[in-house]
């Protein structure tokens, strides 16, 4: 919070971070980039909470492994399976800051295999448990 004095008066001003941000394909950057790696995000959003993998990805693509994360990582900053990774724990975040899932429950609408799986890269992305996420929200 920062309080300014101005004639008199004080003015209050407190930043709050947003609950969640919602994606959407209009405010993506990359839209107007390389076809395959749009293909893969578009593959990784889609299909990350059905327990998609990189090799899923990998497969579906016209282009060899390595030509494919390259290509990736040049465009993106991160491997398939760190975005991956990444677009399973933002949905978790989300669900658990806007309903009462069970732990367990949120992690496998995520993909994770299993709760601990999921609980520990939370913990590891975010500082917290996803309980003590929740409990803040």
Do not use: W
Request: charged share 30%.
């Amino acid at each position: 919070a920062r309080m300014e004095q101005s004639g008199g008066r004080r003015d209050v001003s407190i930043a709050l971070p947003p609950r969640f941000v919602a994606a959407r394909r209009s405010s993506d950057p990359l839209r107007l980039g390389d076809r395959e790696v749009m293909r893969a995000l578009d593959l990784i959003r889609r299909l990350a909470p059905t327990g998609l993998t990189a090799e899923d990805v990998h497969r579906q693509s016209s282009l060899s492994r390595r030509g494919l994360e390259s290509r990736f990582v040049r465009a993106v900053g991160r491997p398939i399976g760190k975005q991956i990774q990444r677009v399973r724990l933002t949905l978790a975040r989300d669900l658990l800051a806007t309903t009462n899932l069970p732990v367990a429950e949120v992690a496998r609408r995520c993909g994770f295999k299993t709760a601990q799986g999921f609980s520990n890269a939370f913990s590891q992305s975010h500082g917290q448990s996803p309980g003590a996420y929740r409990a803040e929200r």
